[in-house]
């Protein structure tokens, strides 16, 4: 029994001395599939597009109908404020992509909206924001 023993650790000696040498270094520290500077750059993308939508969002609630529709909605705008951080990425971009269009619409005369239209829209981009918040 203890011979085997022995010869059973001389072997898986053996063996992890042959793989330490015949395994190449490179498998052992290989590169990453994304170097560091691509991922800064992504990152740093994906603040600044980030920061646009909370600021395409914070313009239109700064609005005259965005105000409007606020006072309409009984909500405090400073409490929207600080909720809107709070958003995914992915909700911010879609709520800043219905606002950027719409506010393009509205300028290009495409759509005549009343101010009773636009603070529909304005609230229901409120709601969508409330019930994000909840949500998460």
């Known amino acids: 029994m203890q011979?085997?023993?022995?010869?059973?650790?001389r072997s898986l000696l053996l063996t992890s001395a042959v793989m330490m040498f015949v395994m190449p270094f490179g498998l052992l520290a290989a590169d990453h599939v994304v170097s560091?500077?691509?991922?800064?750059?992504?990152?740093?993308a994906s603040a600044q597009a980030r920061q646009q939508n909370l600021a395409t969002l914070r313009s239109l609630l700064a609005s005259e109908p965005g105000r409007k529709a606020l006072a309409a909605?009984?909500?405090?705008?400073?409490?929207?404020?600080?909720?809107?951080?709070?958003?995914?990425?992915?909700?911010?971009?879609?709520?800043a992509a219905?606002?950027?269009?719409?506010?393009k619409d509205f300028a290009a005369?495409?759509?005549?909206?009343t101010n009773e239209q636009l603070t529909i829209i304005i609230v229901g981009v409120l709601l969508i924001i409330i019930v994000a918040i909840i949500a998460t």
């Open 98 to 103: 219905t606002a950027t269009q719409a506010q």
């Open 73 to 95: 909605a009984h909500v405090d705008p400073a409490k929207v404020d600080k909720a809107l951080p709070m958003l995914s990425d992915q909700e911010l971009s879609r709520l």
């Open 109 to 113: 005369g495409s759509l005549s909206l």
């Open 36 to 44: 560091p500077a691509d991922l800064r750059s992504e990152l740093a």
């Open 3 to 9: 011979a085997q023993l022995r010869r059973f650790r």
